[in-house]
């Protein structure tokens, strides 16, 4: 058996609302490794955000979050995805306790998420999750595939900032997130004494193609391998007296990974329901207050509008310093 591991982010660009990189890591046959999973699974899993098909949608997240449709088509992916590692969350506090302890404590810290519960699912009909969760599980089953684990930090904002100002690089700040998961990857399933062969798959950080020195500052005194610098695919093997794994960072890793692509829609999904908090709470404050998404324009025309509602509030806790 192989254990395949997917990393992926959302929000690393907006200047409102949380950064999230998440990881969803399989276990499954060697010969697998290399296949295409959506095939492996077709009738099960989509890449498609269709409303009427039955199969379990896990894509990019980009295709899977289309704004009209709000977060139907991210919340049947993840939340049908989580049914494989036991009951479905009910409410947010409930979904990161399960993927990302901690991150609810720290979210007392900011008005506009403090005390807020959201109950899940949002949107779609847990009817119908539950469908596309058992569909999916019983082919993952059939052909030997199984959910080991979701993970995800949740970097709010002024955690964020203290991260920037630290490392006084946005792409370093990521890597510092993304690399917390790569460990816990590595620590948790790689072994030189026994099986599984482990491969660990980052979506590509930035136009970077190299990534030997960071890896060897993650892990002091590893053995690194290159095997691979190109535009397209960086890959290594890591080799420490315990474990050894091979780490890939490839561009469109949410298209040729399977487990990539659920950590994208992971950490969308998150990032998606901070958002909503967000924008609820200015809401309740800004008479006709228009929401947003948080991205650089539009997120300063949103700053503009609650200005007054915002006096006195800690910016370092609201804004993204870069």
Known sequence: MAILAGIDEAGFGPVLGPLVVSTAVLRLPDDALDANL???LAGSVTRRS??????LPLADSKAMHVRRDGVIHLERGVLGLLRQLGPMPRSLAELLRRIAPGTRQRAED?????????ALPRQADPRDLALRANGAAEAMRTRGIELEAVRAEVVLAGDYNRLVAATRNKAAALFGVTSRLLAYAFNTYASRTREPVVRIVADRQGGRTRYRHLIQRMFEGASIKVVAESPDLSRYVVSTPARTAEVQFRTKGE????????????????????????????????????????????????????????????RSLLVRSR
């Open 110 to 118: 900011y008005p506009w998420y403090a005390g807020a519960d959201p």
């Open 38 to 40: 959506w095939a492996t």
């Open 255 to 314: 298209t040729a990974c399977l487990p990539v692509a659920a950590a994208s829609m992971v950490s969308k999904y998150v990032r998606e329901l901070f958002m909503e908090l967000l924008n609820a709470y200015w809401a309740g404050r800004v008479e006709g207050l228009k929401p947003t998404a948080g991205y650089y324009v539009d997120g300063r025309r949103f700053l503009k509008d609650i200005a007054a509602a915002a006096e006195g509030v800690d």
């Open 50 to 55: 269709l409303r009427k098909s039955p199969a």
